[in-house]
């Protein structure tokens, strides 16, 4: 084991990784989660195998060596985000017995990082959230696939654990270790703050606008689902912002757009509001990149002018 510190962002991908094999194995073993035990399977292998199969198209095409390579750790590293996006997927669609519905939703994700970038300090990457993209995609175009039922999380919580001040135990772990990894790790705590307040106020609003009462707009908060998509969700470090400031707007943004869409009676409102905020993220990225581009030309033409001038004397 080499003395060299470990990224920030591997360790991130690490823990999240754990931490959500360790959820899904709980729900699978002693939750009794809905879905059959082939749908994290299935969604991990196909991840693994777009993961790899675009990595080596593309490092082929651009006559690079492949991320993977570098020894059995390197491989690990490099199939952490399709891991952590395959069991994502598979704990939040709802095909019921089909896995083909899985099987696309991770071709999405897959390829939406390849296909679907941005100009970012220089370098060209992925704005889309994967895994939100692909459980978006799939909920707009199967209209019979739905999102995992939210009481089967805690449902599964009897005895002794699901009983008073206990009954709190799973929802306020996941809670404390998605937080954790998020202000150590990932530095994510300004993008989570933006958008609790957000949610807040769009449910503020709401409750005024269509005279309902306060709580009802305000009852996600309570579920673990919410929590889910919080912690492990909208706070993907590679498709949301680095400055806090922006941070703080990504994820005001995301609630605010949501509370647009559950007013129009839009379902599954957590998944759009994500892939919409993101998308205009990605062409806020493009027309920066652009501008930049062309202040660039613009102060070469200044620069080239008094040559041209000198020469013609």
Known sequence: MSGQPVDKRISALRRFAISITAFTLLGAFFLHFEESWAQPVVALVCCYAFELLLETLEAYGTGRSPRYRGGLRAFVDFLLPAHITGLSIALLLYPNARLGPIVFACAVAQGSKVLLRAPIAGRWRHFLNPSNAGIAATLLLFPWVGISPPYQFTEGVTGIWGAGVLGW???????????????????????????????????????????????APLLPLTGLVFVLFTNYMITDPGTTPVSRRNQVAFGAATALVYGLLVSMHVVFGLFFALVIVCALR?????????????????????????????ARV
């Open 169 to 215: 135990a799973l929802p306020v772990a996941v809670l404390v270790s998605g937080t954790a990894i998020n202000v150590m790790l990932t530095g994510k705590w300004p993008l989570i703050i933006g958008w609790l307040g957000g949610f807040v106020l769009q449910a503020v609003l709401r409750a005024v606008a269509f005279g309902t009462p306060l709580a």
């Open 282 to 310: 990605g062409l806020a990225l493009y027309a920066l990149a652009a501008a930049s581009a062309l202040r660039a030309l613009r102060a070469h033409r200044a620069l080239e002018a008094p040559r041209v001038e000198v």
